[in-house]
């Protein structure tokens, strides 16, 4: 009799094991990892989470992918804490291939400015003269000094940004920049003077500004890529997941891991309304849920928040031909979307935008 209880003993021990094992496989399998991540610098691994975990409706993602290759789409990602949960590629473009970042290569510049700010090289309330000379325009020593390194950085330099002349609107020798108003009266999306804030930086620190953010930037967060000198342009140009590396870092506020690279204070005010004019644009960010917004080739005020179909808190890098770095704060979310144009040509904000977000949406909620 005891023996028999004894094997009925090791029996039940046994299947209460088995049982606890498989429940612990399945715990495994549907945890949720805590925390964000950060991809390791010069690997090419990257940790990922499936849709499925995060509870996103999967069976709404081939309609996603169908609209992102049918817009000529080349790279998409999304992150979630920092783990890839969605990574594909289109019309040819494969994970290593580079691509222009076009505009979207803006925000690499205002960050670069901040980090010069504080290690005291510049300071962007200092006049833009302080750092390029008094000769740097065609403006009058009294109408140039109203202009600030900031007017540079919230498009609100005055400049005639001769809408529709792109090779003026590109130029930045003296004679190409005119006066149309007082700086910090008039926003105007204006490349010339965006691109002087690299000149801002070389002048100021004594180190090429390619050199400089490299050093601050890229090699600090492992981005591959590089910027490449264009006819008058100098554009930024990486794979999709260097663009994803570069909304991780903004979605963490600046701090990559435990390394801070842009200053909080500076972070703050980067990436929140810059001037009173253009109430969506940050330092070199656009940004929705705002009130009003402006585009990028007019004066017109428009009502409304900028990607009404995007999260309120949602700030972007956006650039020529659709490229988009977006940044959701409340969801812990990165979106890449890299390519050709979707639709119109446009220089920042488009269309597609809000078309994108209604397809993302119907994944995510």
């Known amino acids: 009799m005891k023996k028999h209880f004894r094997i009925f003993i090791i029996i039940i021990s046994l299947l209460i094991i088995s049982c606890s094992k498989d ?20 690997s090419t691994t990257w940790e990922t989470i499936t849709p499925e975990q995060l ?36 019309n040819g473009h494969s994970e290593n291939e580079e691509w222009n970042w076009y505009s979207a290569g803006k925000t690499l510049v ?11 090289f510049l300071s962007i309330t200092n006049k833009s003269s302080d750092y390029l000379g008094a000769n740097w ?3 009058t020593k009294e109408k140039q000094d109203l202009i600030t390194v900031k007017d540079h950085l919230s498009m609100s330099t005055g400049l005639n940004d001769y809408v529709g ?78 663009m994803a590396r570069w909304g991780l870092l903004i979605e963490n506020k600046g701090v990559w891991d435990s390394e801070t690279i842009i200053s909080k204070s500076y972070y703050d005010a980067m990436v929140n309304t810059s001037q009173d004019l253009n109430k969506s644009y940050g330092y070199l960010w656009w940004l929705n849920g705002k009130e009003s ?16 179909s995007a999260p309120e808190d949602m700030f972007a890098a956006l650039g020529a031909d659709d490229q988009k770095i977006y940044v959701i704060p ?23 935008d809000n078309e994108l977000w209604l397809k993302i949406n119907a994944v995510i909620e």
Not at 110 to 120: F, K, N, R
């Open 110 to 120: 205002s960050s670069t400015i901040g980090i010069a700010q504080e290690e005291g």
């Open 137 to 139: 325009s065609s403006l």
């Open 165 to 242: 002349q792109t090779l003026k609107w590109i130029c930045t020798s003296p004679s190409c920049f005119d006066y149309e108003a007082d700086a910090g009266t008039r926003w105007a999306y204006h490349q010339g003077a965006f691109t002087k804030l690299k000149d801002i930086v070389t002048n100021a620190t004594g180190i090429n500004f390619n050199t400089y953010f490299y050093s601050k930037i890229r090699d600090k967060i492992g981005m591959t890529g590089s910027w490449n000198e264009q006819t008058l342009l100098t554009l930024y140009s990486s794979n999709t997941r260097t």
């Open 293 to 308: 917004y402006m585009g990028t080739t007019s004066q017109i005020v428009k009502q409304g928040s900028l990607v009404p």
């Open 23 to 42: 429940n612990d496989n399945k715990t495994e399998d549907s945890i949720i990892p805590s925390g964000i991540y950060f991809p390791e610098i010069g």
């Open 330 to 352: 409340s969801q812990d979310l990165v979106v890449v979307r890299c390519g050709d144009s979707a639709e119109e040509m446009q220089l920042g904000p488009s269309s597609f």
């Open 55 to 90: 509870n996103w409706k999967e069976e709404n993602l081939p309609d996603l992918y169908d609209y992102l290759k049918t817009k000529n789409s080349k790279g998409f990602i999304i992150l979630k804490n920092g783990r890839i949960v969605v990574e594909k590629y289109f």
